[in-house]
């Protein structure tokens, strides 16, 4: 299923580039930079699947850098299927988006010494670690926070108990009164990630640390 990926190489350089450079866990979460990503996929099982769009921005000093989003499209050879009802994105046209090496050599670029945050990143991340297989080799060693991870820990922190459906993006966006968003668009989904993020950051103690985030992210 993978064949169309470009010949895995052993301890390709680009996972050297990335690792090089890695977030202290101890750094204060506010002082950290981050890059809140979100793929599009053809199915849930990274082993079968395929990413085909992909969204991103950056955070630093606590705000949003517009000038770093980045959407692109994934190049693919098999059919989407019925995976096109979900995210609207069909095989011909993404006939004109990047190899998957190619993404991913610039995301990992754009990433470097950044911590990465999704939402529900389970995800994000088996995708991200499966495609560094099989371009690279070997997958690279990410820091990930999730950011429905750290909405759950608060609400429970505050005794609440809350339903499955109550934990998606769209809806912690409501509950928070934060800007709706067009759901299953890779860089709208990753905007209003970055909105939750910031509003749970903003809420923290200011001493808490990237070292907290991630535990309260598994």
């Not at 050599?105 to 991200?128: I, K, M, P």
């Not at 080799?137 to 909405?151: K, N, S, V, Y």
């Not at 922190?157 to 509950?175: F, I, S």
Request: charged share 20%; proline share 3%.
């Amino acid at each position: 299923m993978w064949s169309w990926f470009r010949q895995a190489q052993p301890v390709h350089q680009k996972i050297r580039q990335y690792e090089a450079v890695r977030p202290d866990k101890s750094a204060r979460a506010l002082d950290c930079s981050y890059l809140v990503l979100d793929f599009e996929t053809t199915g849930l099982d990274p082993a079968r699947h395929h990413i085909v769009s992909a969204g991103w921005v950056c955070i630093e000093q606590q705000r949003i850098l517009l000038n770093s989003a980045r959407y692109q499209l994934v190049r693919t050879q098999t059919s989407v299927g019925q995976s096109a009802l979900i995210h609207g994105l069909h095989t011909p046209e993404l006939q004109q988006g990047m190899e998957l090496h190619e993404l991913l050599d610039l995301l990992l670029q754009q990433a470097q010494g950044r911590v990465l945050v999704s939402h529900h990143s389970t995800l994000e991340l088996n995708f991200l670690r499966q495609a560094c297989l099989y371009c690279y080799g070997r997958p690279a060693r990410f820091r990930m926070l999730d950011t429905l991870r750290l909405e759950l820990f608060r609400l429970q922190l505050q005794g609440r108990l809350v339903a499955q459906d109550k934990l998606t993006l769209a809806a912690c966006l409501e509950r928070r009164q934060l800007p709706a968003i067009t759901e299953h668009q890779a860089l709208s989904d990753a905007f209003g990630c970055a909105q939750l993020f910031l509003a749970q950051l903003k809420e923290r103690d200011s001493g808490s640390t990237l070292a907290d985030l991630l535990a309260q992210s598994r």
